[in-house]
């Protein structure tokens, strides 16, 4: 990801130096772009670099300048964890120009937006849930870029984050005695995220509660595709010594 940020921003950023101070009514829109860039990259004062290019988007909103500052602005308000901010300038720029060269990285950046808000999942997973839809969108418009790459790696994270707030919930129906409830969710793991870290529990926890149903010849399906699947995991081991404890009949060997 820094890569990526890094070879936007080199094409971003000019290397010429500005005064401190300037009258956005008389300086060109150029020397106040590099004013902003040198605020935002060298000397990480974002607070005055997104007012610097807001500043060329106000006064000079026609100029090829005005974009690339819309896109520096954005980009300063992620780095300062205004994700909220980033996101309407982002969500503006798309709007007005989705066929801009800088487009593909206002997509990505604004899906990095909610990426960066991911939450613990015993917490709302609803920034998981945008993350996802805009890291898909970045790999259905954008399909052989480095962005979509890099979106592709990321959405596996968020499968993670969202099978692990299914596992919770189902545990927290199970706790209850809500079993249809519980295998509802464990089975949401299995169907929806199987390539998931949590999938080798949710299979555990069918079988546990297959077996506190009383539904011996269920549970023993799921043991097994746990075990075909994951004959060294823990959890297979875990469902193996349960059903031998309560329902040893199924069990071969």
């Known amino acids: 990801m820094r890569r990526l940020f890094s070879t936007v921003l080199l094409c971003l950023v000019s290397a010429c130096a ?3 101070r300037l009258d956005p009514e008389t300086t060109p829109p150029e020397v106040l772009y590099n004013h902003a860039a040198d605020l935002l990259i060298e000397k990480h004062e974002y607070t005055q670099s997104i007012e610097a290019f807001d500043e060329i988007d106000r006064y000079y909103p026609y100029s090829r300048w005005a974009l690339k500052a819309q896109i520096m602005q954005a980009f300063a308000n992620y780095v300062k964890k205004e994700y909220d901010d980033a996101e309407i300038v982002l969500d503006r720029f798309i709007q007005l120009y989705p066929g801009n060269k800088y487009a593909p990285y206002a997509y990505y950046l604004k899906a990095m937006c909610s990426y960066a808000q991911l939450s613990d999942p015993k917490r709302d997973q609803k920034k998981t849930q945008d993350a996802l839809q805009a890291l898909r969108e970045v790999v259905s418009r954008f399909p052989h870029t480095a962005y979509a790459a890099d979106a592709e790696r990321k959405i596996n994270l968020t499968y993670d984050y969202l099978a692990a707030k299914e596992l919770n919930v189902g545990r927290f129906y199970q706790k209850n005695n809500e079993h249809a409830a519980a295998l509802n969710r464990f ?15 949710a299979f555990y926890r069918l079988t546990e509660t297959y077996l506190i149903l009383g539904l011996d010849e269920e549970a023993q399906k799921s043991a097994a595709v746990l075990g075909y699947n994951y004959p060294d995991s823990r959890w297979y081991k875990k469902a193996y010594a349960l059903m031998k404890e309560y329902a040893p009949e199924t069990v071969k060997g």
């Open 187 to 201: 089975f949401t793991v299995v169907r929806e995220y199987p390539a998931t870290r949590s999938v080798q529990e």
């Open 18 to 20: 500005a005064p401190e």
